[in-house]
């Protein structure tokens, strides 16, 4: 089993950066690879990045590609999304999801074993 916390969501200004973790519990975490899927006011859960169980490979949505950037420390247990740039369009709960053979780019809740609570992104305009 394993147990993901979401934290470092917040409200900031449109261009302004936010740094997003998720602590895993369980120590096989480091097997996993492991997303971060947003879900916008009123919209359908979306892909945003997801990263290897090693960290070797990332995959971005193109709405992020340039501006965030997903990273992992297997020795914290803890995976990271860097927000840069940051859009009024961005406003939304993020989760972060961890699984054994995700979907890269596919936002279905069935793609990944183990979701977090959210954490609310808003940046205002």
């Known amino acids: 089993q394993v147990q993901l916390v979401e934290s470092g969501g917040g409200l900031v200004q449109a261009g302004g950066s936010l740094r997003l973790s998720c602590a895993a519990s369980g120590r096989t975490f480091s097997r996993y690879a492991a997303g971060w899927l947003r879900q916008p006011p009123g919209k359908e859960r979306e892909f945003v990045a997801t990263?290897?169980?090693?960290?070797?490979?990332?995959y971005y949505a193109d709405s992020v590609k340039g501006r965030f950037t997903i990273s992992r420390d297997n020795a914290k247990n803890t995976v990271y999304l860097q927000m840069n740039s940051l859009k009024p369009e961005d406003t939304a709960v993020y989760y972060c999801a961890a699984g054994t053979n995700p979907i890269w780019g596919n936002a279905d809740r069935t793609t990944y074993d183990y979701w977090g609570q959210g954490t609310q992104v808003t940046v205002s305009s």
């Open positions: 990263i290897s169980w090693s960290g070797d490979t990332t």
